[in-house]
């Protein structure tokens, strides 16, 4: 029960890694709060957390809007007391294409999700958690966020930039008893990276299965991680057992990246 008495604020909470951190957090003990851009989405798992005797709360918002990121903490502390630990899941694999193809629309709605999305939430969870001079922050990135990889550019840039946030976050409040680290997961086996898999083997003309082996071959270990797995990490990293850890980035790749 490492999280008893402590309050999860998770963004994207509403399936894949997301859904998986509430179940790992609430297992812990923490009142979880499931935010997500679709409320039925964050009602399906806050309804089976609630219906397994676990606190939590479902909410909607973009990420995006200031004004949704100050809604978001502020329902969080007004249902459970507290805001502890913030992950910044939330975000969005934006378009498949080639820089010189690329659509500025797209490219600024993944930014803005993806690395704003992450600022405006931190910016208001550091409103409660400087004040307790207590709390962690776990930023969800990429393992495309320390190498470049084609077709990607907006999401990649994003992740980029996400590791370079958590960096300069965790400076400005290490002295306030607030640590900020990343997580950067490797390929995810589930839906969300089959629907990538297939639009990547389109924008270059050859069968998905073939793109789905060149990503196995890459992995020492053949194979993608779960979201269970990178689960596993952020509550390392947000719990007392990563105390002397701040400004990281975690790989959890299955050795696709070893830097």
């Not at 639009?199 to 270059?204: D, F, G, M, Q, S």
Request: glycine content about 10%; overall charge neutral.
């Amino acid at each position: 029960m490492e999280f008893e008495n402590q309050t999860v604020l998770i963004t994207g909470g509403g399936g894949g890694i997301g859904s998986a951190l509430a179940k790992a957090f609430a297992v812990e003990g923490a009142a979880v709060v499931v935010a997500d851009l679709i409320l039925e989405a964050a009602h399906r798992v806050a309804h089976t957390l609630q219906t397994e005797g676990h606190k939590a709360l479902a909410l909607a918002g973009d990420v995006s809007s200031e004004e949704d990121c100050r809604r978001l903490v502020a329902s969080s502390v007004s249902a459970f007391g507290s805001l502890d630990i913030l992950v910044n899941n939330a975000g969005i694999g934006g378009p498949v294409a080639a820089i010189a193809d690329m659509d500025c629309d797209d490219w600024d709605r993944t930014l803005a999700v993806n690395v704003t999305g992450a600022m405006l939430m931190s910016r208001e969870a550091l409103r409660v958690m400087l004040p307790q001079r207590r709390g962690a922050i776990v930023n969800v990135a990429s393992n495309v966020g320390k190498r470049g990889t084609p077709y990607r550019g907006p999401y990649v840039a994003s992740k980029f930039a996400m590791i370079g946030l958590t960096q300069t976050l965790a400076l400005e409040v290490a002295t306030h008893g607030i640590r900020v680290n990343a997580v950067c997961p490797g390929p995810v086996a589930g839906e969300r990276i089959e629907r990538y898999i297939t639009k990547l083997a389109e924008v270059r003309n050859i069968s998905p299965d073939v793109v789905r082996e060149e990503w196995l071959r890459e992995s020492p270990m053949r194979r993608m991680v779960t979201a269970e797995e990178v689960a596993a990490v952020v509550l390392f990293l947000a719990s007392s057992r990563g105390s002397a850890m701040t400004g990281q980035a975690i790989n959890v790749t299955a050795g696709r990246v070893m830097y």
